[in-house]
């Protein structure tokens, strides 16, 4: 049965255009092809590259951070409580009004604590600042070195000056061996994201982050072996050139520096609309949609790699809309926005109204910056018409 799925797999239809046959791939001394057996070096590749970048983040990133002054926030950390975590790890991390109340009974504590042993909770699990440093200095020195590796690899390439090169003489195109080890670079680095991404920061698109990945690698993967390598290389090159503006904006936002992260911003902005909403469609959807048909007839692979093509366009214009929208309060407000992608640390300003509330209880009057006839008087009393607070906690009018 397995050898039926085998045959049926690679059945020569579904990754060859009409006309050609695995026998007209056959690699000689001087004539190499891309082999499916290949990709599974990049399994061992992405490990090697954990193991670099745990390597990376603590003996550089992590110093790094120290040195610039990002320094991690003090959270106020939950009471030890057995049931409370038992419902936060078992059921949920933001109960209802309904449930909070059900739980302040079973522990005999008051809603408004539970609510904020929740709220610290959820804080402690948030990343800290000095851990999305770190993942932001790893990223953005492999993009930094996967785009110059693939200006370096194409330069010199046909098919990067004239897109109609891609076809020539298609699906008999020799592998390099430079084309083979930028592939390989690329496919280990996000199988790597992918075995990370339990411990990597979670993003409030993490869904979209991991569909990304998948259409990534099975693009990548299916490309390789049906030898779309120079189309290939193209996608790879695109998406690199405005991720290496990305990772350093997030860095110097961690570092407080305003006025260089808003300036990288809005370069960042800028390539990323260019290279995903203009170049990706021509170079790449554009070319593979219709100049190939000028050497072949539609396929099974043809359809196939358009539709990955496609989902990662989809995406593009997923995450443009969140760019669109950052730079439009960029321009209102003078400032560039905090990342929409990031979960956002809860504050305790609850706490703070409890504390004042608990000293009215006690009998000490609490005031605010100003009164309600936006005075306090110089004698120290309260100005007519305002409210006394009794030791019981009401409130008399006087």
């Known amino acids: 049965m397995a050898r039926s799925l085998y045959e049926w797999l690679w059945q020569h239809e579904f990754w060859l255009p009409p006309g050609i046959t695995w026998e007209d791939m056959q690699e000689s001394e001087d004539i190499h092809y891309p082999q499916p057996r290949d990709l599974l070096l990049g399994i061992p590749f992405a490990l090697i590259l954990v193991v670099v970048r745990c390597a990376f983040e603590r003996a550089i990133a992590l110093p790094l951070s120290t040195k610039l002054g990002v320094r991690d926030k003090q959270r106020p950390k939950a009471q030890p409580n057995p049931v409370l975590e038992k419902f936060y790890s078992m059921r949920c991390k933001n109960p209802e009004e309904g449930e909070l109340i059900s739980l302040s009974k079973q522990c005999d504590l008051p809603v408004r604590k539970v609510e904020r042993w ?46 109609r090169e891609c076809w020539t003489g298609y699906p008999q195109q020799p592998l390099q061996p430079s084309l083979f080890w930028y592939y390989m670079l690329e496919l280990s680095f996000y199988w790597s994201l992918v075995f990370t991404l339990p411990f990597d920061v979670k993003r409030k698109d993490f869904k979209e982050q991991i569909v990304h990945h998948a ?71 554009y070319n593979t949609y219709y100049y190939s048909m000028e ?9 196939f790699v358009n ?41 305790d300003k609850d706490e703070e109204r409890e504390k004042m509330r608990e000293k009215e209880k006690n009998g000490t009057p609490c005031f605010s910056k100003g009164t309600s006839n936006g005075y306090i008087q110089r004698n120290g009393s309260e100005p007519p018409n305002s409210r006394a607070h009794l030791a019981n906690g009401h409130v008399k009018e006087r």
């Open 118 to 163: 929740f709220r610290r909770r959820r804080n402690m699990d948030r990343p800290s600042l000095s851990k999305k440093f770190c993942e932001a200095c790893w990223r953005f020195t492999f993009y930094i070195i996967s785009f110059f590796t693939g200006l370096a690899v194409l330069y010199d390439k046909p098919w990067l000056w004239d897109h």
């Open 307 to 347: 539709t990955l093509l496609i989902i990662l366009q989809l995406l593009h214009v997923f995450w443009s809309c969140l760019i669109i929208h950052m730079v439009y309060k960029f321009i209102l407000q003078g400032t560039m926005e905090k990342d929409m992608r990031s979960d956002t640390e809860e504050s």
């Open 295 to 303: 050497i072949f007839q539609p396929f099974f692979g043809y359809y």
């Open 215 to 285: 259409a990534t690698i099975f693009l990548i993967s299916f490309s390789y072996c049906a030898n779309y390598i120079r189309i290939g290389t193209l996608v790879m090159v695109i998406h690199d050139a405005s991720d290496c503006f990305l990772e350093p904006t997030k860095i110097f936002n961690y570092m407080k520096w305003k006025k260089t992260c808003d300036s990288l911003f809005m370069i960042f902005s800028a390539v990323f609309l260019i290279s995903r909403l203009v170049v990706y469609p021509y170079t790449v959807l």
